[in-house]
């Protein structure tokens, strides 16, 4: 089946320093990518969703400055945490649907991330 | 806005037995897709049944299967012959076509020996 991978899977950065999530489509075309957070014990919360070639849809009360997504080509998204403080320390996710069929989504493996 | 209502926070079953998680939606749309994703301790998110709406049939995965009421906008997950790996968390999920996906509040199920 389709893979996609979130790189690193576990991450812990300083507070003030800015950290870099990819995620890849291995073996497919994505056209859209989307980038979610996870608190523990809880659900998947939307943050925004990426096209190839264009600016990132971000969801209602998330930073844009903070949270930079870029997704420059058909495989590669990537989340930026911006002068990151503890309280972004969490789980991000990201998933993929391809050109070919939109509405198979796929999700990568996670990315934790720990601002000390 | 559309809206996927999972009003078992947690649940328990015993191995080899059945086990039905509920799930309600909302949304004026006619055409959508709707999902149960599992996620166990690893956090990686597993689609386990995927249901079109215009399907009157029930979709059927192994010892997965769902009751698919499209007027009463509910989908439940009945899980047959419960294993100790199904012990996780499950998220039901509903999308338009081709938009993005929208996730309930999940229900923890643990599946005791």
């Known amino acids: 089946g389709a893979v996609v991978s979130q790189h690193p899977s576990r991450v812990i950065c300083k507070s003030g320093t800015s950290v870099k999530i990819e995620c890849r489509s291995l073996?497919?075309?994505?056209?859209?990518m989307f980038w979610y957070r996870q608190f523990p014990k809880q659900s998947l919360m939307l943050m925004a969703t990426?096209?190839?070639?264009?600016?990132?849809?971000?969801e209602q009360g998330v930073e844009k400055d903070k949270f930079l997504i870029n997704h420059a080509s058909l495989t590669l998204s990537t989340l930026t945490v911006t002068s990151a403080h503890p309280e972004d320390s969490s789980f991000y996710i990201c998933?993929?649907?391809?050109?070919?069929?939109?509405?198979?989504?796929?999700f990568g493996e996670g990315s934790w991330l720990t601002v000390v | 806005a559309q809206t996927v209502t999972q009003s078992q926070p947690e649940m328990s079953v015993q191995e080899a037995e059945t086990v039905t998680l509920s799930c309600t939606y909302d949304t004026s749309e006619s055409n959508y897709y709707l999902f149960w994703y599992k996620q166990p301790p690893s956090r990686q998110m597993i689609l386990v049944i995927r249901q079109e709406a215009y399907k009157q049939q029930n979709a059927t995965e192994n010892r997965f299967s769902v009751n698919f009421q499209k007027a009463a906008k509910s989908f439940s997950l009945k899980i047959s012959d419960s294993q100790l790996g199904d012990t996780a968390m499950y998220f039901c999920a509903f999308m338009e076509y081709g938009n993005k996906l929208v996730f309930g509040a999940g229900t923890i199920l643990r599946v005791k020996s």
């Open positions: 998933s993929a649907s391809s050109v070919a069929d939109r509405n198979t989504i796929y």
């Open positions: 990426s096209n190839e070639g264009s600016k990132a849809t971000y």
């Open positions: 073996d497919f075309q994505a056209t859209t």
